[in-house]
């Protein structure tokens, strides 16, 4: 198997989250497994998430977006880990795209022309979400908005095409059992880098 470089991007705001253990678990198997990895947790960056004044006027970029730019630059695969709360990202992952995602470096719009241009092209990546109800209900009555913002809206406006996507749903209701199996499938995932 060909290794990949892949950026793991734990979305999550709290360091004390399931999604703590199921990205060891992934970067465990993938490391194993001779994938040359790097990690960014939002949480751990330091920068303002909010776009103060849209894309009107430049707001200078915080030493860590400018790292992390850096970092998905490199990366071949991108794997973003979020929770779906409210059908939707955290906030703070959010204002991470809002932010680092900036026009001239991931899309540029022409006056000239009706599509924009993709400046982020010839990467892939995998989303992985948890929930804490069942996926029926996020796709039923939520349309799995969080997913097609982030995959759509985001990174394919940008040129990263999404490859995959996980759900780890009913994390209220988990039994360790579950949570044991969920921990396996990241194992997988992370063996096979994706």
């Keep these: ?15 004390g989250s399931f999604g703590n253990v199921l990205e060891a678990s ?18 751990e960056l330091d920068f303002d998430p909010i776009l103060h ?3 009107r006027s430049r707001q200078n970029l915080e ?6 730019k850096i970092d998905i630059e490199w990366a071949d695969h991108l794997v ?8 939707s990202l955290p906030a703070l992952l959010k204002g991470f ?16 022309r009706l599509m924009h241009e993709r400046l982020l092209t010839g990467r892939t990546a995998h989303l992985i ?8 209900f996020d796709f039923l009555y939520y349309h799995r ?4 913002t982030l995959s759509r809206a985001i990174l394919w406006y940008c040129g990263i095409k999404v490859k995959k996507f996980t759900i780890f749903d009913n994390m209220t209701r988990a039994t360790p059992e579950k949570r044991a199996g969920y921990l396996k499938k990241m194992e997988a995932l992370g063996r096979k880098g994706i």
Excluded: C
């Design 1 to 15: 198997m060909t290794s990949k470089k892949l950026l793991f991007i734990n979305g999550h705001p709290d360091d």
């Design 26 to 43: 992934y970067l465990a198997a993938a490391q194993s497994a001779g994938h040359i990895i790097k990690v960014l947790r939002i949480r």
């Design 53 to 55: 004044h849209g894309y």
């Design 63 to 68: 030493q860590d977006l400018e790292r992390a």
């Design 80 to 87: 973003i880990l979020y929770p779906t709360w409210w059908g």
């Design 97 to 112: 795209f809002d932010r680092a995602f900036h026009p001239h470096w991931a899309f540029k719009v022409h006056k000239d």
């Design 129 to 136: 979400t948890t929930m804490g109800g069942p996926s029926w």
């Design 145 to 148: 908005s969080a997913y097609y």
